[in-house]
């Protein structure tokens, strides 16, 4: 069984992904790809983490946790997607230590040792730092933004100190990873990598993320577009994406505000382009795929 294991990260998601793809559900089960209710594992697999603190999972611990999440015989699936962006922690722990996600490298372990025969995948949404730190801050229970940062310094903050951690201790799991900013584009073509179906498949709501950003005329045209032009590709219509955008988009759904002291636009440029610059080293890592527009 493939077990792709939807990891967050906090501030990028908010589970419209995993909705998403359980309104392919149906259809997807007919390929083997099983996508159970969050309610139906979350909560249980934090449990059984934080239960084993290193140690190694029961024999039949597998097969339990299938028969909770499944309603189906865990025999006839090829495909399990959990989503859980607590997995690696909750926001407040995210910089505990001075790292992002500490525990990830060993959390994941845990995971694999649970679903062990398995094939173990992870997919990661990454956000720009200059916009996921004010956000995760306001998403704990800290005062300061500086208590929060715990002496982290964001201009060394780096995604790919935490992909490297992860190849290096459980180098058996491939990573699947990509940048919030651009899901709106590549929206249909990450459910469609997550349930593991052709590219070219037709699935519900693969632009829902995209109609939320333009507005209802520019979203109107853009179906007809489709409609008249159904033999272009996935790049051809990514191209079509972006012109529609420049012309329909909704500034106020694009645009975010950032009110942090001593963060100045050019400030937030800088935390921006080093983004950028490690987006294109976290390309170069073996083990990762990034999905761009």
Request: proline share 6%; charged share 30%; aromatic share 8%.
């Amino acid at each position: 069984m493939q077990v792709i294991l939807h990891t967050g990260v906090h501030c990028t998601d908010e589970d419209r992904l995993l909705r998403g793809l359980l309104r392919n559900a149906g259809d997807f089960r007919a390929d083997g790809v099983a996508i159970p209710g969050p309610s139906k594992y979350r909560q249980l697999l934090t449990d059984t983490v934080n239960s084993l603190a290193g140690g190694k999972p029961a024999p039949d611990a597998r097969e339990i946790l299938l028969d909770a999440m499944l309603s189906d015989d865990p025999g006839k699936i090829d495909r399990l997607i959990l989503s859980h962006e607590n997995l690696f922690g909750v926001p407040k722990l995210t910089l505990a230590g001075g790292r992002l996600y500490r525990k990830a490298e060993q959390r994941l372990q845990m995971m694999c040792d649970l679903f062990r025969g398995d094939s173990v995948e992870v997919f990661m949404g990454l956000r720009n730092p200059a916009t996921f730190l004010p956000a995760l801050f306001s998403a704990t229970p800290y005062a300061s933004f500086d208590e929060f940062m715990q002496g982290v310094d964001p201009m060394h903050l780096r995604w790919s100190d935490l992909i490297r951690r992860i190849r290096a201790d459980v180098p058996q799991v491939p990573l699947t990873v990509w940048c919030n900013e651009d899901t709106p584009l590549i929206w249909g073509q990450l459910m469609r990598e997550m349930a593991g179906i052709e590219i070219t498949r037709k699935i519900t709501g693969s632009f829902d993320l995209f109609g939320e950003i333009i507005d209802k005329e520019g979203m109107k045209r853009f179906r007809a577009f489709l409609k008249d032009h159904p033999g272009i590709n996935e790049m051809q219509k990514r191209r079509v994406m972006v012109a529609f955008l420049d012309k329909y988009a909704l500034d106020e759904a694009i645009e975010e505000e950032l009110d942090l002291p001593g963060w100045d636009e050019a400030y937030i440029d800088m935390l921006t382009e080093l983004y950028e610059d490690d987006m294109f080293d976290i390309a170069r890592i073996p083990g990762v795929l990034v999905i761009d527009p």
